[in-house]
């Protein structure tokens, strides 16, 4: 049964809302979003404290959202502030202000917490194998950085090196002078190098970044490299040496230039250079040669945390299962035909365990079958006619998570071919694959449609299937509940690429399903 939460992130930056509803397999469903840009991590940077006029946009930016929140329907409400409230000297006040004003009852975490909330979020977004993985999250107010693996985090820290802090202190021309940006690394560098230190015992293998400045950060690496922005960032990984140079050009340019930049909000041009200086000492100080981006952070750990405490027995705690429950939330918005998909799914995996000899596939390419297959018939939710293309495009266009880049395309191009035809070079799915992944996608190709065709009236008839390659000809022996002559047919009708792809001619030895087939 799902959940609808609201979740209000009162950060050093901008208050965020985010509505969703959770589903019990830990994904979620947006209903809305929304951000108010209000700086507060300035305010604490010059003047310690928030002054009266800032103080009141807050409290008038909450009661906004919060209205918002309730106005969608929002059965539970969790409000969260972070380090610029914490650091505040009227911090406490402006808290209490947001309950008798905005009807907001706010919880300050402190440093150690955000970072654990952050990192629960990354690990049910982006695959950390291997393992362990840092985590950076550059906020206004603090970083927040860590180190751990699919289990949860190992270590971790908050320490004072927002974007919006850092700035006050150290930047006061535009574009930064090079004495500024100098004392501005030497800061970031002795801060950074003892945590750093200390989380090296792990020895991590991968780096993770997350929150608006490094998704900016990144955005901006892509586009100065010419590489193709994708529809959604999550797990998109960006090379040191594009950002370096992305970054060398941000130092000398003025914040009124920076806004022309692809990838940038505006909103964050007079920020963005202190950011950029601070992932620069991480990259350099870590070692690493390229960054992983998690689209999700605090808001949506804070969404985590939430569904934990309030049913815990509703609610799976395995985030190990990333991919499946993706594509599980997917196929459940498309309206999928739940049964025979899962049916398919089963005959599929039963014919590629039955002729690994014959295909030479491994692991992987099961676990991308088994998705595939799950995902074949969503095209359905558009329209019949074309459903095949339809399901491609629903694909394209998910940002299902613990999916990288290359992996969603081949995804795509399988899910797209499930039908009819060959699986031609120049197709527009298939062209954006390797020559190895197109082979791997006309072989996985092949398997799915003989599935898809063991099960064409949709009634499961053909309960489990045994595969035997005898050179020339591969025989499959089913066992049936009914006659099934419909699916016969059908598998006959989806053969041609599978006696393409490997020389062989299909032929079918019927079996009662109360018999053995092994």
Not at 105 to 127: K, Y
Not at 315 to 343: G, M, P, Q
Not at 365 to 371: G, N, S, T
Not at 415 to 439: C, F, M, N, P, T
């Amino acid at each position: 049964m799902s959940m609808r939460v609201a979740v209000l992130d009162l950060g050093s930056n901008s208050f965020h809302l985010l509505v969703a509803d959770v589903h019990p397999d830990r994904t979620f469903t947006t209903v809305t979003r929304e951000k108010e840009m209000l700086r507060l991590g300035d305010e604490v940077g010059q003047f310690r404290c928030i002054r009266a006029a800032a103080a009141d946009r807050a409290v008038a930016s909450l009661r906004r959202l919060h209205e918002l929140a309730l106005a969608h329907g929002a059965t539970e409400v969790y409000a969260v502030a972070t380090a610029a409230i914490r650091r505040a000297a009227n911090g406490s006040a402006l808290v209490d202000r947001f309950e008798a004003e905005a009807g907001v009852t706010v919880r300050v975490i402190d440093g150690l917490e955000e970072a654990e909330l952050i990192f629960e979020a990354i690990r049910a977004s982006v695959v950390l194998d291997p393992g362990p993985a840092v985590f950076i999250d550059i906020g206004g107010g603090s970083l927040e950085i860590g180190v751990g693996n699919r289990d949860g985090m190992l270590d971790g820290a908050s320490v004072a090196l927002g974007v919006g802090l850092l700035r006050a202190k150290f930047v006061s021309h535009d574009p930064p002078h090079v004495d500024e940006l100098q004392r501005l690394n030497e800061q970031v560098s002795d801060v950074l190098l003892p945590v750093i230190q200390r989380l090296g015992v792990h020895n991590p293998t991968m780096l993770v970044g997350s929150s608006g400045t490094i998704g900016d950060l990144a955005a901006m690496t892509l586009a100065h490299a010419k590489i193709a922005q994708p529809r959604n960032l999550n797990h998109v990984t960006i090379r040191r040496s594009d950002f370096e140079e992305m970054h060398q050009r941000l130092l000398t340019m003025t914040s009124s230039e920076r806004k022309g930049l692809v990838g940038l909000d505006t909103k964050r041009s007079d920020l963005i250079a202190v950011g950029s200086v601070v992932l620069d000492v991480a990259f350099d100080i870590l070692g690493f040669e390229s960054l992983t981006f998690s689209d999700w952070a605090l808001r949506e750990g804070i969404l985590l945390q939430a569904v934990a405490r309030s049913d815990p027995s509703q609610f799976a705690d395995d985030v190990t299962t990333i991919r499946e429950a993706s594509v599980s939330a997917l196929a459940r918005k498309c309206n999928s035909r739940k049964s025979h998909c899962e049916h398919v799914r089963d005959l599929s995996l039963q014919l590629f365990d039955g002729l690994k000899e014959l295909h030479g596939l491994g692991d992987a390419d099961r676990a991308m079958l088994a998705y595939a297959v799950l995902l074949h018939d969503i095209g359905h939710h558009v329209s019949h006619y074309r459903h095949h293309e339809h399901a491609a495009y629903l694909v394209a266009n998910s940002a299902m998570r613990g999916f990288d880049q290359s992996e969603l395309q081949f995804l795509t191009a399988l899910v797209r071919h499930h039908r009819k035809g060959d699986v031609k070079a120049a197709e527009q799915h298939i062209s954006a694959l390797s020559a190895d992944d197109r082979k791997r996608c006309r072989k996985l190709a092949a398997l799915l449609r003989v599935a898809d065709g063991l099960d064409r009236g949709h009634r499961q008839r053909i309960t489990r299937l045994r595969a035997v390659d005898n050179g020339d000809i591969v025989t499959l022996h089913l066992a049936t509940s009914a006659d099934p002559e419909l699916e016969i047919w059908g598998c006959r009708r989806r053969s041609e690429l599978f006696e393409s792809v490997f020389g062989r001619t299909l032929h079918f030895s019927l079996h009662d399903s109360s018999g053995e087939i092994d």
